[in-house]
């Protein structure tokens, strides 16, 4: 079992950034593919970055590539999503969700464990 609980959301202008943090309890959290999507209301989940259990091999949606960037600490069982310039369509509930096996990361279905969510705003 894994436990996700993501926090650092909040409301920011268009330009800014800001850290999202994923905590995981579980002890096998360093194997598990770690993801982060996001949520606009009225929208569909939408894919958007995907780091691998040893951390060097990540994946990041069109929409936020040279924007974001994902990382893990696996010491502290802890995944990131660093975004900058940020841009009114990134307002959404961003979810954290963590993967045993799998190849295709972008795929929500793929995923054991979700969070609750972050809300993160951006303001024009």
């Known amino acids: 079992q894994v436990q996700l609980v993501e926090s650092g959301g909040g409301l920011v202008q268009a330009g800014d950034s800001l850290r999202l943090s994923c905590a995981a309890s579980g002890r096998t959290f360093s194997t598990y593919v770690m993801g982060w999507f996001r949520q606009a209301p009225g929208e569909e989940r939408e894919f958007v970055a995907a780091?691998?259990?040893?951390?060097?091999?990540?994946y990041l949606a069109d929409s936020v590539q040279g924007r974001f960037t994902i990382s893990r600490n696996n010491a502290k069982n802890t995944v990131f999503l660093q975004m900058s310039s940020l841009k009114p369509e990134d307002t959404a509930v961003y979810y954290c969700?963590?993967?045993?096996?799998?190849?295709?990361?972008?795929?929500?279905?793929?995923?054991?464990?979700w969070g609750q969510g972050t809300q993160v705003t951006v303001s024009s």
């Open positions: 969700a963590a993967a045993s096996s799998g190849t295709d990361w972008s795929r929500g279905q793929m995923y054991d464990y």
């Open positions: 780091i691998s259990w040893r951390g060097p091999t990540a």
